[in-house]
């Protein structure tokens, strides 16, 4: 049995690219909407594992009102990146139109972690 989280976002095309850019995964599997304007569907892998799923909300949230009151609905915990250089770069990406909740620093389980809510109102704890 395989399990993995899927998040509806407002501009799926761009949020792909982003978690693609992120964590260093491929989209593997995509289907369109009837305008080819986002996805109904898209999987993304990394290193051939599936990794997220993504789709275009249908009812998308006020991603201002989720930064503003630094919102953490759900919180996905993506963990033993490998390395510090590969927690910085997600972090970068990640935080680019987003809201730092916590900054990359350490915890007593982790060396190098940080939690972020990005542009689309989904919240990421990075960690090695």
């Not at 993995?4 to 992120?22: I, L, P, R």
């Not at 949230?61 to 250089?85: A, Q, S």
């Not at 190098?112 to 990075?126: E, F, H, L, M, R």
């Amino acid at each position: 049995m395989k399990n993995y989280t899927q998040v509806y976002v407002k501009n799926s095309f761009e949020a792909a690219e982003t978690y693609c850019k992120a964590f260093g995964a491929e989209i593997t599997r995509e289907f369109k909407n009837e305008d080819n304007t986002a996805y109904e569907h898209c999987e993304l892998s990394v290193n051939g594992e599936g990794f997220l799923a993504l789709a275009e909300a249908k009812n998308p949230c006020d991603i201002d009102v989720v930064h503003k009151n630094k919102w953490e609905t759900m919180t996905f915990n993506v963990f033993e990146m490998g390395t510090e250089e590969a927690v910085y770069n997600a972090f970068q990406v990640l935080s680019d139109g987003g809201v730092i909740i916590e900054p990359i620093g350490e915890l007593p389980w982790s060396k190098c972690c940080a939690t972020i809510i990005d542009k689309y109102g989904v919240c990421w704890w990075i960690s090695i």
